[in-house]
């Protein structure tokens, strides 16, 4: 699918990445103009693009952005977008709109997140963990920051930042291109893991570091670098806060957003470039957590600032100080600001997010059309919105001087097409409203046959399955269903979308509310079609998925007869410390929270079928949260089944092993579950 969409500052041009097909993962760089598309970068015809070999902060980085793709993988421009810079394989490349062939651009050491400055003579990046410039041309490279040991880096986000808050840069350019905003990090205070794949005892394990809830972050700082050697640190109350959330600099000058540890209070700062000193601008608070929203804080042309508000069960857009969006409808993302003009994703309903466009005089307009889930750019009159729809993926390319938002032009898509495509009955369940797809085989008639049912939520914080779009998700939930199953996907409390009262309902508690409602959904669809046989009910999920299919089978066998449980974070006091203290609090002082959230401790209750599967190399969740908990149910005599997945990470990359492991899943199930004449208690242990 085309990504990663940049408008020139006239809106005539867009450079975006795009790989070949759905089964080619290379990618490349191309521009749309004037409804043509033309290639600017094709890693194949790179002289010296050699193969992919990456360097291990770049790997790092891919893999926390749960890249999947190689060749072209992101980019960066100079404010005219005339100078696009990447990475390939560790060397800094360069290719200019305007013409010519892409070129190489000598640097010190492997490359990591190049950008250019804003007038595009320069080009900074990272290596070694130390921050360098060089002139576009080559010549004058300068290490303008230099790791002090082993621990320190310059310029990259951290892995709080980049996992959890959803920062995935770590320096910013000043508007003259002379100076740069950055962060520095050190890792030493942080608790170590040990990484290591049983199936090669030759490879000796990696070291990482790891912020565990409870334990100590990286220290993270900011600077003022210039290009001639000087260097400010920025300064703030860092014991209060340690979270340097995001940070940015622009025609009013540079400016941090800043977290106290609980996640209650959230300022924006600006910042004094000549002495680093700085100023608090806005505070948000919240007696459970302030929500981070991508792209805030930004400021306009004439310096308001652009913020969410919390009010009620709506996300407010603010600006100035003033909500312009009515209630109810949730802001999900700030996409842009352009003079006075704010870009922004929101939903009125939580199955649907679409582009918005706040301009003052003129109020909100929703500039996508059509069910799905949209986000864009814009710049310059030009508009990109680009969406995951009902029947696939589509862009398009919006003019402001047309009277509608009508699409000018668009930019192909090249998603592979499912052999069955999905056909989700979208439903509304129950009391709370849950939003939920049910998934029936293909050709099944209602009335004719029962069927056994599949739960496949995520259901957590940060994700929604149950919406109007045809992702990867709503595909596998068809591809089980095309195996048998009437398959239910439900978004339950703590999923976002349905503004902050719904999304906080778990704050203190991740657990139960969750499964109350995937209790409560079953339930409902089951007196909706009587074709769903809740005697032979199962439930599979990832992550927080597996986390909560396997909390099923332990607290609610009545209901749940068999679950799949991959990557599941069993010890809720093993995973990061933004994350889940910001649900949980610190497991110091709220040690309760992690108990009722925790599946260990809970493992002499299981009675079902539970097969357990987990990368050996998972440095996200960690392997050990299943390697305790099945210890735990070996001790407590119950039987389980553990799948472990060698040299696999928190997502498997390899594409056999996840065709296998879907059917390794399917025979599981079915045969754990009873057969309609055995009855729902037939297998009880």
Not at 231 to 255: I, K, N, Q
Not at 527 to 534: A, N
Not at 655 to 675: M, Y
Not at 679 to 684: C, I, L, N, Q, S
Request: aromatic content about 8%.
């Amino acid at each position: 699918m085309p990504r990663e969409f940049t408008v020139s500052p006239d809106g005539s041009r867009v450079v975006f990445v795009r790989t070949g097909s759905g089964r080619d993962p290379v990618g490349r760089l191309w521009e749309y103009a004037a409804g043509q598309e033309r290639l600017l970068a094709d890693p194949a015809l790179l002289v010296g693009a050699g193969a992919e070999d990456v360097p291990e902060e770049e790997r790092l980085r891919r893999e926390r952005a749960r890249e999947r793709s190689v060749g072209v993988v992101g980019f960066a421009t100079d404010d005219a977008t005339r100078v696009v810079a990447f990475a390939l394989s560790g060397a800094l490349w360069a290719v200019r709109t305007d013409g010519g062939a892409p070129f190489a651009v000598p640097a010190a050491g492997p490359v990591v997140d190049p950008r250019p400055s804003p007038d595009g003579r320069h080009v900074a990046y990272v290596t070694g963990r130390c921050l360098h410039v060089v002139g576009l041309e080559g010549g004058d490279d300068r290490q303008l920051a230099r790791a002090e040991g082993p621990e320190v880096s310059y310029g990259l986000a951290d892995f709080t930042a980049a996992e959890s808050m959803g920062r995935s840069r770590g320096y910013w350019w000043a508007p003259d291109g002379r100076r740069l905003l950055v962060a520095r990090v050190d890792t030493s205070p942080m608790e170590r893991r040990y990484l290591s794949d049983p199936a090669d005892p030759s490879r000796p394990p990696r070291m990482i570091r790891y912020p565990a809830a409870g334990t100590a972050n990286a220290e993270v700082t900011a600077h003022l670098l210039s290009l001639d050697g000087g260097r400010t640190e920025v300064r703030w109350d860092r014991g209060a806060y340690e979270y340097l959330v995001d940070a940015g600099w622009d025609a009013h000058g540079p400016f941090v957003a800043v977290q106290s540890r609980d996640q209650g209070v959230l300022r924006t700062l600006a910042v004094d470039p000549a002495t680093g000193a700085t100023e608090v601008r806005h505070e948000r608070t919240d007696p459970a957590w302030v929500e981070l929203v991508p792209g805030t804080p930004s400021r306009t042309a004439a310096g308001a600032l652009v913020l969410p508000e919390d009010a009620g069960g709506t996300r407010f857009l603010t600006v100035d100080g003033q909500r312009v969006t009515p209630e109810g409808l949730q802001l999900r993302e700030v996409l842009g600001v352009e003079g006075e003009r704010v870009l922004f994703t929101g939903s009125e309903e939580p199955t649907e997010t679409h582009v918005w466009r706040y301009e003052p005089g003129a109020g909100c307009r929703r500039l996508s059309g059509g069910p799905g889930i949209w986000t864009g750019t814009g710049r310059g009159g030009t508009t990109v919105v680009a969406g995951l729809t009902p029947d696939g993926h589509e862009v398009r390319v919006l003019r402001d001087d047309e009277p509608e938002p009508r699409p000018s032009g668009t930019i192909a898509s090249f998603a592979e097409e499912p052999l069955v495509a999905p056909r989700p009955i979208h439903l509304t369940l129950g009391e709370r409203e849950l939003r939920a797809c049910l998934y029936f085989p293909s050709g099944h008639r209602q009335g004719t046959k029962r069927l056994p049912v599949l739960l496949d939520p995520y259901g957590g914080p940060g994700m929604q399955l149950a919406v109007r779009a045809r992702g990867w998700t709503g595909c596998v939930s068809q591809w089980f269903a095309e195996q048998g199953f009437a398959v239910l996907v439900t978004d339950g409390r703590g999923t976002p979308g349905r503004g902050p009262l719904w999304e906080k309902a778990v704050h203190g508690d991740q657990l139960w509310p969750a499964l109350e409602d995937q209790v409560d959904a079953v339930r409902a669809a089951g007196e909706r079609f009587p074709d769903l046989d809740l005697g032979r009910v199962a439930i599979r999920g990832w992550s927080f998925g597996g986390f909560l299919a396997a909390a099923a089978v332990l607290h609610h066998p009545d209901v749940f007869h068999a679950a799949v449980a991959g990557a599941p974070p069993t010890d809720q006091r093993m995973y990061d410390t933004h994350w889940k203290e910001r649900f949980l609090g610190h497991p110091d002082e709220h040690p309760k929270n992690y108990a009722r959230s925790s599946l260990v401790g809970s493992g002499h209750l299981l009675r079902r079928p539970l097969l357990l599967i987990h990368g050996l190399v998972d440095d996200n969740v960690a392997v050990a949260h299943t390697l305790r908990f099945s210890a735990e149910l070996l001790a407590a005599g119950r039987p389980h089944t553990v799948l472990p997945l060698p040299g696999a990470t928190h997502l498997p990359a390899d594409d056999a092993v996840n065709a296998n492991l879907l059917r390794f899943q399917r025979d599981f199930l079915k045969g754990a579950l009873p057969t309609p004449e055995e009855g729902a208690t037939a297998r009880w242990r």
